[in-house]
């Protein structure tokens, strides 16, 4: 009657088909609902969930008191089909009590009996519970799930089974509402204190030599004004200041130029560090003449303590997404490999010449594997979402001959689409050899994904057509034509979004994750091309990509050669690579071409600014000669683009894309590659420097 144990029976579970698809239907709850909500209103549709699928009377998410630890808080209770108020209550002397900080529990019945103290259970009119307990990141208890009824509860694995499976998700979100709260908590003690502290003043004359501190400076760093009195900025020196940013204060200094918000950091004579942030402006007399500079500084220790938390706090929320991704692959392992089994050994019952299958068999087993085969695509497509959230997708790239791929993918699709009499025209493969320089595997993926959507969202005795055509001698652009269901305007702008499918049919919508066209997409842009598509409702629509021949020399594939081995640089250069290659896919003139130019150096900027300051941080020796390359480039893109912009010259602009791209390839294989001997052991403060910049 009472079962306290996690760990699974010896023997192997084996559910039901009802019971598997309620499994199914959870990790589709986890991977595409759960994730579009957060805070309360995920809560509410945990526990509107649970109770519905598992037919209890009451489901509740239960949060620990951060000041007892023996009493809770629901986050959302499902009683009787509707949302209650929520409520608090002591562990003591009740199932819960069981459950948190420890491991599933499971009381089928009798439930009252167990715990005749608990007058909740008698008060909700409880027979049956099933809990099971939240955890943070780093093993510490949050709270529980736990479902209970009237009636007893049966299905012992499918219930722990459910619980388990949406238990890693709802932990994430516990732990990300904390941490929101503690920030905001340390955001609203920051305002409090910058609404009470006062600024000092400062002045320096003519030859700008600091001629005068207000009391407050003394009071705030410690620090005597008679110690500084008669000195310039270059003199006293600014401890704790980037050394970039301490040269560009004293050129500011020298040129008479305003300047804000430049920040150092003093210690106190007690050993406290003082942050401190100074600004200042030029002063002129009457007659326009310089007289020296006049300031106010402030104390902003602690506004870097909430830079600290909102660091770590950003951290927590990483960690908490890549627990997500773990998270997801991990389960599409554990379902990707029995599932292959079934399909296997339903295969080998199909074909098995010795045991010939009856008529309705055959048609059973046809079924397990038409269902079977529906479920391990969803399961892989859950896993290449978590493998490209993880930045784990690695390409192989080689010379690929276009005609055999297209030629084996609408080979394997003409099953699908013969299922209901849509015919698929290839008139591509027959044609002369167009040699690609990709991933064979990922274009494969590809086009069959591609060809599944044009058969899925067809109408009976439809048409597929594909075609291929070479465009600027530089690029294969494959097409694939349907005649189904088309997309409607107030869709098309959502159509590669993760988790949209389209609902303009309810059957079709209740196939696929809608994370297809989003993986397409980011495959083909890695691997150097575009996608595009045109659709007209209840017309039908034309998916189209475009990949880099083997002869195109301005496409820049991003693989794990280019790789520095500083994640916040690596992932700059990827950046970098695609909007190169997407400036080698649009047309001179066009304001999508001018945009992709500006995104370009502006990204550059961005780039090298968080790049030096990470070499400021590890104290990389050849940071000057870095520096340099990087104005000298600015200072040359500028110049090519204004020249193009301005005159519309496509000569101009191909000039502009080849030197980048050259100059990027070399600089990342030449240059930046050294950046990283230097990190190790310093990623906390490389990261703190990566927060200021934004």
């Known amino acids: 009657m009472e079962h306290r144990h996690s760990s699974p029976s010896p023997r192997q579970t084996l559910f039901t088909d009802s019971e598997r698809t309620t499994l199914t239907d959870t990790l589709r709850f986890v991977a595409e609902r759960a994730w579009r909500v957060s805070g309360t209103g995920f809560f509410i549709e945990l526990v509107s969930y649970l109770g519905e699928t598992l037919d209890v009377a009451f489901a509740f998410c239960d949060m620990i008191d951060p000041k007892d630890d023996m009493t809770v808080q629901t986050l959302a209770l499902y009683a009787h089909g509707e949302i209650s108020e929520n409520i608090s ?72 089974t459910v619980l388990q499976i949406v238990a890693v998700r709802a932990g994430a979100e516990l732990e990300r509402l904390q941490d929101v709260t503690r920030l905001q908590s340390s955001q609203q003690r920051f305002l409090d204190f910058a609404t009470v502290s006062s600024d000092w003043f400062w002045e320096t004359d003519a ?249 899925k969202f067809n109408r009976d005795e439809g048409t597929v057509t594909l075609e291929g055509k070479i465009i600027d001698q530089r690029f294969l652009r494959i097409t694939v034509t349907d005649t189904g269901i088309g997309i409607n305007d107030d869709e098309k702008h959502n159509v590669f979004q993760m988790f949209h499918r389209l609902d303009a049919d309810a059957m079709l919508a209740r196939e696929g994750t809608g994370i297809g066209l989003t993986v397409t997409k980011f495959l083909i842009e890695r691997m150097g091309g575009s996608i595009d598509f045109q659709s007209r409702e209840g017309v039908g629509s034309t998916f189209s990509i475009d990949l880099p021949l083997s002869t195109n020399r301005e496409i820049l594939i991003w693989t794990n050669d280019l790789r520095v081995g500083v994640d916040a640089i690596d992932k700059d250069h990827q950046v970098i690579v695609t909007l190169l290659n997407r400036m080698a896919h649009e047309d001179v003139g066009t304001k999508v071409a001018n945009k992709s130019v500006e995104e370009m150096i502006s990204y550059t900027h961005y780039h090298f600014l968080r790049e030096e300051a990470i070499m400021e941080i590890i104290d990389y020796p050849e940071l000057e000669p870095h520096r340099k390359r990087h104005r000298d480039l600015v200072s040359q893109i500028q110049g090519m683009s204004d020249s193009w912009t301005t005159e519309n010259d496509e000569p101009a602009r191909i000039e502009l894309r080849r030197f980048l791209r050259d100059w990027w390839t070399h600089h990342n294989l030449n240059v930046d590659m050294e950046i990283a001997r230097f990190t190790s052991g310093k990623e906390q403060k490389i990261s703190e420097a990566l927060s200021r910049i934004g």
């Open 89 to 160: 209550y002591s562990l003591k002397d009740t199932p819960c009590e069981n459950v948190v900080g420890s491991e599933f529990c499971w009381y089928g019945e009798d439930v009252q009996r167990l715990f005749p103290n608990d007058e909740l259970l008698v008060e909700m009119n409880a027979e049956s519970y099933a809990g099971i307990p939240l955890w943070t990141a780093h093993g510490t208890p949050l709270g529980l799930i736990a479902v209970m009824d009237d009636k007893p509860l049966k299905s012992r694995e499918l219930v722990q």
């Open 207 to 455: 030859d700008l030599r600091f001629s005068y501190f207000s009391d407050r400076f003394e009071d705030v760093t410690g620090v005597p004004p008679s110690q500084l009195l008669g000195k310039t900025r270059e003199e006293v020196g600014a401890p704790g200041a980037s050394i970039g940013a301490f040269e560009q204060l004293l050129e500011d200094l020298r040129e008479h130029r305003s300047f804000r918000d430049f920040q150092h950091h003093r210690i106190k004579p007690n050993g406290e560090k003082a942050y401190l942030s100074i600004s200042g402006q030029p002063a002129v007399d009457e007659n326009g003449v310089f007289i020296g500079f006049r300031g106010v500084g402030r104390e902003i220790s602690d506004q870097k303590l909430v830079e600290r938390e909102l660091i770590e706090s950003r951290d927590a929320a990483r960690r908490a997404n890549e627990a997500k991704s773990e998270f997801l692959a991990s389960m599409s392992h554990e379902l990707r490999t029995p599932l292959n089994a079934v399909l296997g050994f339903a295969q080998m019952m199909l074909h098995d010449p010795k045991q010939a299958l009856s008529k309705p068999q055959i048609e059973h087993v046809e079924c397990i594997l038409t269902g079977g085969g529906h479920l391990l695509d969803l399961v892989n497509d859950i896993l290449d979402l978590a493998r490209i959230e993880a930045d784990q997708i690695a390409l192989s790239v080689e010379d690929v001959t276009a005609n055999d791929v297209v030629r084996t993918c609408v080979s394997q699709s003409r099953a699908l689409g013969k299922q209901r009499a849509i015919k698929i025209t290839d008139r591509f493969s027959a044609e002369m050899p167009v040699i690609l320089r990709t991933d064979r595997v990922r274009l494969k993926q590809i086009l069959l994904n591609l060809l599944s959507n044009a058969i």
